[in-house]
């Protein structure tokens, strides 16, 4: 065998097993790229996700949801932040992964482009848009990228709180007066539609997927974990006591899951390539957001810099 078969051998005998890549092991070039694509695009779904809640923060109707608010944001962040460090394995730059954000070239979850227009909205993407994240991404737990699957664990656990969180504040709304019951309506009907669409197209449109579950990147396709997502949200929308937004969601007893009416995928891919409500705020305020911190990041680049000079003269 030559060298190049025998790695490629030796690769696809870990994928096999359920065992993971790590950063120095041997990788396919087109895995290795498929991987950044993904999880860096993931890193911007959790940074830019931090702009629709924010706009919330200084208007919570207490302290308490205030502080809870401010906390679920920060872990946004620092997902993002472990994130962008498992894309960083890969042989990327931070740099490189938020130009690539900011000129368009690398997208983000199409639901952080839809607007926050009431409080209920918060509830809303706590539930929903943090519960899509988690069903996706409990499967990427058993992903094949060592740094990645290993990122998935903690975010899991977080996510898990968002969500409650998200349904608490729909609970009480939904148990609340009669116009806490109307906006509470009002946010399921503008985010359960787009959050069904973060699972991605069809798997039939996908143009990823095959290569991406054969590589083990992903576990599960998306019409799979949209159909999850669909079957626990069910229950959850008839325990609030609220409309379900989609009328053809009946209870199959014979595929033993819901039925789903069809997404309006013009919409999708009209967000998806920068046409949403809020596409060009986000990006603007983050562009803003990065020219305001580059002192921050000079300073500590020279910082280290020192630093790393001194050790040099004292090791000579
Ligand atoms: N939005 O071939 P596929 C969160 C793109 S985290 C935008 O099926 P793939 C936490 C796709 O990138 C939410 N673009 O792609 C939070 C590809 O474009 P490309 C983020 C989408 O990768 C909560 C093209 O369409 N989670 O919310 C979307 O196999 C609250 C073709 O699609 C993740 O990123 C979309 N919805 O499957 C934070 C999970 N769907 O790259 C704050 C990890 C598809 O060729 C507040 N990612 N596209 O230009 C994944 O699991 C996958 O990447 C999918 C897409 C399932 C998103």
């Known amino acids: 065998m030559t060298d190049a078969a025998e790695q490629i051998s030796h690769f696809e005998s870990i994928i096999s097993m359920d065992q993971c890549i ?37 208007r919570a109707p207490s302290l308490r949801r205030k502080a809870v608010l401010l906390s679920k944001i920060q872990d ?52 929903l848009v943090d519960g899509a994240a988690i069903v996706n991404q409990i499967s990427l737990q058993r992903n094949s990228y060592g740094p990645y699957a290993r990122a998935m664990v903690r975010i899991c656990k977080e ?14 709304l939904s148990r609340g007066s009669e116009k806490q019951i109307q906006v509470a309506q009002d946010a399921l009907d ?9 699972f991605g197209p069809h798997d039939s449109e996908s143009a990823h997927s095959a290569r991406s579950m054969a590589w083990k990147i992903k576990r599960e396709t998306n019409d799979d974990l949209r159909q999850k997502f669909v079957d626990q949200t069910a229950p959850q929308i008839q325990i609030l006591g609220l409309r379900h937004p989609d009328p053809k969601c009946i209870w199959d007893p014979e595929r033993g899951h819901y039925d789903m009416g069809e997404i309006n995928w013009e919409e999708f891919y009209s967000v998806i390539n920068g046409n949403g409500h809020c596409n060009r705020q986000r990006l603007e305020h983050h562009i803003d957001a990065h020219e305001e911190g580059a002192w921050v990041r000079e300073a500590m680049q020279s910082y280290h810099e020192k630093k790393k000079q001194q050790s040099y003269a004292k090791a000579s």
């Open 190 to 198: 503008r985010f359960y539609w787009p959050s069904l669409m973060m």
């Open 76 to 127: 946004e962040g620092g997902h993002g932040l472990y994130l962008y460090s498992a894309a960083e394995t890969l042989g990327i730059s931070r740099e490189e992964m938020i130009d690539a954000l900011q000129t368009g070239e690398a997208k983000y979850a199409s639901i952080f482009n839809y607007p926050t227009q009431t409080w209920a909205d918060v509830g809303a993407i706590g539930w």
């Open 159 to 172: 996510e898990s709180f968002h969500q409650r969180q998200g349904y608490e504040i729909m609970l009480t």
């Open 22 to 58: 790590e950063p120095k092991d041997w990788m396919p070039e087109a895995y290795r790229k498929n991987l950044i694509r993904q999880i860096s695009q993931h890193a911007h779904s959790e940074i830019i996700g931090m702009q629709p809640e924010g706009n919330w923060l200084t």
